[in-house]
């Protein structure tokens, strides 16, 4: 039981990273944004096309950090993916989205929007990918440590819960300490107001989607590394990710983060009652679940 | 010498209709002018249309010699204007001392002696300004909300009705505040319910009525005119 904790624990900081910016772009940009799940596999391809093709090609040599599973392939390309899908994000809100809001159009067309965008980058994954599943590092052995109170744990997880909450670090001392970040918080706040204090808003909804895009790419690249990829991959995290923001309340980022945990856990700790299979039916049972009896999450009021 | 004019200008939300009507509006360096008038007389929209919210779909808005009728708001912020609205001005989660930072947000010089003097202006912000803006009382959020908009150091000011919702003992002390920021050399144009009192602090008033101009003149004209009185001061 403590190991599936623990394992949820790593799953549940690959959602939070999704959810964080889900979460972020419904508050500042005002919709539910259905192509989120999209990013994070966006992000676990860019980092495959870097790792297996580009730097290959132009000589950089493979090295592993044992005892993990990546080496300094990885992490070159860690930072390009999230700089690739957040430059991707801002690109859609630019061609889709900001002509959606210029034509005042609601959140429920700006959803459904989004919807069609994920179908187009998902199937653009698979065109180009094709539908396999893929290892960064294929054929490699993965022995787990061997923890007190029985838990077993690759070195990678270990690694993937460190990366997920450094980044979350950075995210809030951005938010707190420097100016964009702390007129993102005002946007958020109060849009008009941010407006009439002279924020450039169609500026914070770029930095919004280039922060939401870049964590949900890493959110994509560790998944990639803890399990493997596929173009469905983000897909699938889209239930978790909403379940963990309408939990955490939406348009709160730390409550995305421990709702992030709490579906990671809830999802692996079902798998000792439950057929694997089940994890998302898992956390769409929590989402509506929460819908049900505290609308406005965790961290609402009344 | 005038420093802001509004010249025959109509303005409304929807194309169909107007809610000013060829209003015209003066004001004077170091002056502070109400504008008073029943509920719906177009008020607050003239505030809003002077900042740039509104775009007025006839006559012109000037700013010394400059036409600002038709830029974005962010833009005549930058020209010296700013603009505290009626609610929600103040961004609840963010500090004291952050709401002053985003007042700031579009200079780039140091304005650590700007913030200083808001923090003498209204010395209880100081005390508590690592606190959220959210947690404070509605007096104190006014504060919060004028010191915002006086970070731009601005030539004008323009109040939507900032005694709205205040206990009476606050809205004599909000009010001293308004004339204390005027003495140094702050130009004001205040929009208030509170028609008396506005009055009796500013230096000329208009009354609107129907989004038109009714009437204008000095302060101490308006308080005696007997008209005024019965219709809007309350008897």
Redesign the interface.
């Known amino acids: 039981m403590i190991e599936l904790i623990v394992y949820g624990i790593v799953l549940g900081s690959i959602i939070a990273l999704g959810a964080i910016g889900l979460t972020m772009v419904y508050r500042i940009v005002g919709f539910a944004n259905f192509a989120h799940g999209e990013f994070m596999t966006g992000g676990a391809y860019v980092a495959l096309f870097v790792v297996t093709i580009l730097l290959p090609w132009i000589g950089f040599p493979d090295s592993r950090f044992v005892p993990l599973s990546f080496g300094w392939r990885m992490v070159i390309a860690f930072p390009i993916a999230m700089a690739v899908v957040a430059i991707l994000a801002i690109a859609l809100d630019k061609i889709l989205y900001k002509k959606l809001r210029a034509k005042k159009s609601g959140p429920v067309i700006l959803a459904m929007a989004s919807l069609g965008a994920s179908f187009i980058i998902r199937m653009t994954i698979l065109i180009i990918w094709g539908s396999d599943y893929i290892f960064y590092r294929p054929g490699l052995m993965r022995p787990a440590l061997d923890l007190p109170l029985s838990v077993k744990i690759r070195p990678d997880q270990i690694f993937i819960f460190c990366a997920a909450i450094f980044l979350v670090i950075l995210l809030h001392l951005f938010l707190k300490r420097t100016?964009m970040g702390?007129?993102m918080?005002?946007t958020?706040?109060?849009t008009?107001?941010?407006?009439?204090?002279?924020?450039?808003t169609e500026r914070i909804i770029a930095w919004t989607w280039a922060i939401g895009g870049g964590l949900a790419a890493a959110g994509g690249v560790l998944y990639g590394i803890d399990v493997q990829l596929h173009p469905g991959m983000g897909w699938n995290f889209l239930i978790p990710i909403f379940a963990a923001t309408i939990l955490g309340s939406i348009g709160n980022i730390y409550g995305a983060l421990i709702g992030g945990f709490v579906i990671g856990i809830a999802q692996q700790v079902s798998t000792a009652f439950l057929a694997p299979t089940y994890k998302l039916a898992v956390a769409f049972m929590i989402m509506i679940l929460i819908l049900l009896i505290r609308p406005q999450g965790i961290f609402g009021k009344e | 010498m005038t420093i802001l004019k509004v010249d025959s200008v109509s303005a409304g939300y929807v194309p169909e209709s107007n809610i000013l009507h060829d209003l015209s509006l003066e004001l004077n360096e170091g002056e502070i002018v109400s504008v008073i008038g029943p509920n719906g007389a177009g008020k607050s929209t003239l505030l809003k249309t002077i900042?740039g919210?509104l775009k007025p779909k006839s006559g012109k808005i000037q700013l010394k010699n400059e036409v600002i009728s038709g830029l974005k708001?962010?833009r005549i912020?930058?020209k010296g204007v700013s603009?505290v609205?009626q609610v929600?001005?103040?961004?609840?989660?963010?500090t004291i001392q952050?709401n002053l930072?985003?007042?700031a947000?579009?200079r780039s010089d140091d304005y650590s002696d700007t913030m200083e003097e808001v923090y003498t202006l209204f010395p209880v912000l100081k005390e508590r300004k690592n606190q959220k803006a959210g947690q404070l009382s509605g007096g104190q959020r006014q504060m919060v909300a004028m010191g915002?908009a006086l970070m731009?150091k601005p030539e004008v000011l323009l109040l939507d009705e900032p005694s709205a919702g205040l206990a009476p003992i606050f809205v004599s002390s909000i009010f001293d505040k308004i004339k204390e920021i005027n003495a140094t050399g702050v130009s004001i144009i205040i929009v208030e319910q509170n028609a008396k009192e506005a009055l009796k602090m500013s230096h000329r008033g208009y009354v609107l009525a129907m989004g038109q101009n009714v009437l204008d003149d000095k302060s101490d004209a308006l308080l005696a005119n007997e008209e005024v009185g019965r219709l809007y001061l309350g008897g």
Do not use: C, H, W
Not at chain 2, 88 to 94: A, G, H, K, Q
């Open positions: 100016k702390k007129a918080r005002a958020a706040d109060n008009d107001l941010a407006l009439v204090t002279g924020i450039d | 900042f919210l708001p962010f912020a930058q603009y609205p929600n001005n103040v961004f609840p989660s963010l952050e930072e985003m007042g947000f579009i915002r731009l």
